[in-house]
């Protein structure tokens, strides 16, 4: 992952560089070589998926330096991204906290496994019966009619034959053992707590739409309240969209190795103006349609 990105920019080859510099391990090398196992265990996923996007954030605001988004916004990891794009973390900070995120999250796990599904053409009221029944939980709203559940192995395995009986077009397991945003992260908030409140932060220069609430964080209390609440709470990235799209918003850019989010914000709202940058191609891409006034 965005190898390609660090040969051609000096902005990314640094941040991956100071990445290194900050855990004390070979981030980079973990990266662009794997092995890829290792490279997807969440305490070294999370400080990856990171670098990544903050790698691709530099290189775009030394390539648009007038542009200046309006929100800022991320999906679970991906807050703590919005947050250092907004001011309020610096990387550093931010990298060190979710490395420690990573690690009590595996922690929480490890002593009580979970799982977590996608469920497929299911409407929200119907499968918040189906979770409350099952003693599952609703841990991601990503877009209409695609919903993650998360639990205990025992509460998704009920709460997944309810759905495909209730009209569920799908329910895909999702290869975790980690019941992320659920209860079962109860611990992981707790033990995650002490490493937030002592991380520096200051109030965003932008406004960035909470996970939890889908409206501004307003301040660094806020902030500190989000980041423990999120390991438990549902991410209300619907929500978070259509706030956003309400302020009059038409264009998003996702940063980071994939392109999941643009997809789901165009099927939360089919007017919006969604690309993904996380590559070279994209990078130049994105650069020439703004040069043609796109």
Not at 32 to 39: I, M, Y
Not at 66 to 71: A, W
Not at 106 to 123: L, N, R
């Amino acid at each position: 992952m965005a190898q390609d990105l660090a040969a051609a920019y000096p902005e990314a080859r640094a941040t991956f560089e100071q990445a290194d510099a900050i855990l004390g391990l070979a981030l980079t090398q973990l990266c662009f070589a794997g092995p890829e196992n290792v490279l997807t265990d969440t305490i070294n996923a999370q400080p990856a998926l990171l670098t990544h996007s903050i790698a691709a954030l530099r290189v775009l605001q030394s390539l648009q330096r007038d542009e200046t988004p309006s929100f800022v916004a991320g999906h679970s990891l991906g807050e703590y991204s919005a947050l250092v794009a907004a001011d309020a973390m610096d990387f550093a900070d931010a990298l060190r906290l979710v490395r420690e995120r990573g690690r009590v999250m595996k922690d929480a796990g490890e002593k009580t496994p979970g799982a977590m599904a996608a469920v497929i053409g299911m409407d929200d009221a119907a499968l918040e019966a189906v979770c409350a029944e099952a003693g599952a939980e609703i841990a991601n709203y990503n877009s209409p009619g695609q919903i993650v559940i998360s639990g205990s192995q025992d509460a998704l395995a009920r709460a997944t034959a309810l759905a495909k009986e209730r009209g569920a077009r799908r329910v895909l397991p999702l290869a975790v053992s980690i019941a992320a945003h659920s209860r079962l992260m109860e611990p992981a908030a707790r033990a995650f707590e002490r490493a937030v409140a002592q991380t520096p932060m200051r109030a965003p220069k932008v406004p960035v739409i909470s996970n939890v609430t889908a409206r501004p964080l307003n301040g660094v209390d806020e902030i500190r309240h989000e980041l423990v609440a999120q390991l438990t709470s549902s991410v209300q990235w619907v929500k978070s969209i259509e706030y956003i799209v309400a302020q009059g918003t038409t264009h998003f850019v996702e940063l980071g190795p994939k392109d999941v989010l643009a997809g789901l914000i165009r099927r939360i709202d089919k007017d919006a103006r969604a690309v993904s940058i996380g590559d070279v191609a994209s990078v130049k891409a994105f650069v020439e349609s703004k040069s043609h006034g796109a």
